[in-house]
């Protein structure tokens, strides 16, 4: 199976520039980091929106990454030009398709992980983020879960994620009217916890990885009990 990730950019966020983030929160360095992870199962794209600058002044300008640059101006837009390109792509409906965020940190066996969960588990949605929120009882107690197993990893049944996702191509052509439908244009942001309930409630599933191979970094939203300052400082 082939992974095709398209990670998001942009020059100026309104939606992130004031998310409360670590001292070591450092966008450049984490995709570095990530970039340093890839190897021949991973066909990377970096899209940037131009909206809110030219990719010229991004860091990207000076990576030697495949890289293409429409006009969004924000999450919304941005996203919803994504999701148009990659439906237009004559992909394998195999072919896994991983989308994520620019603030992601990534453990470097993620990919060894992500393939391992599509392999082994029969699911529609895969994320490798372990997202707080899912200890949090005065929302899950209620919420039924299941634990399962891979070769290295445990994963758990949830009803959401974030935007940081993969799915197989067919899949995504199968739900390509309820991702759309979430980017609310009017809002400027991706209702992502939306699309996966509406997903879920329509009888799709979503799988995530335990512990986390990716967190998103944000203050009190990383994915835990991983020393995630460490794996970005180590050389």
């Not at 394998?92 to 990534?106: A, G, K, M, P």
């Not at 529609?124 to 200890?135: A, N, Q």
């Not at 197989?168 to 992502?192: R, S």
Request: with cysteine; charged share 25%; aromatic share 14%.
């Amino acid at each position: 199976m082939k992974i095709r990730a398209f990670q998001l950019h942009c020059n100026f966020s309104e939606l992130s520039q004031n998310k409360p983030r670590p001292d070591w929160f450092n966008r450049e360095k984490i995709f570095d980091l990530f970039i340093s992870t890839l190897d021949e199962r991973v066909d990377y794209t970096a899209f940037h929106d131009s909206g809110n600058g030219e990719i010229e002044d991004h860091f990207l300008s000076n990576k030697n990454v495949k890289k293409i640059s429409q006009k969004g101006g924000n999450g919304a837009q941005a996203f919803l030009n994504l999701l148009n390109h990659v439906v237009e792509q004559n992909y394998s409906d195999d072919d896994i398709i991983y989308f994520l965020e620019d603030d992601y940190l990534h453990k470097p066996e993620w990919i060894d992980i992500l393939l391992e969960g599509f392999e082994y588990i029969e699911a529609d949605y895969y994320t490798l983020y372990d997202h707080p929120d899912k200890y949090w009882p005065e929302i899950w107690s209620k919420i039924p879960s299941y634990i399962l197993t891979t070769p290295s990893s445990h994963w758990r049944t949830v009803t959401s994620t974030t935007n940081t996702y993969a799915c197989k191509f067919k899949t995504l052509k199968k739900h390509f009217n309820i991702h759309t439908q979430h980017c609310d244009l009017i809002a400027k942001w991706v209702k992502d916890h939306d699309k996966f309930t509406h997903l879920w409630n329509i009888g799709s599933n979503l799988v995530s990885s335990l512990p986390g191979y990716s967190t998103h970094v944000e203050t009190g939203m990383l994915s835990p009990t991983i020393n995630w300052e460490k794996i970005l400082n180590e050389e």
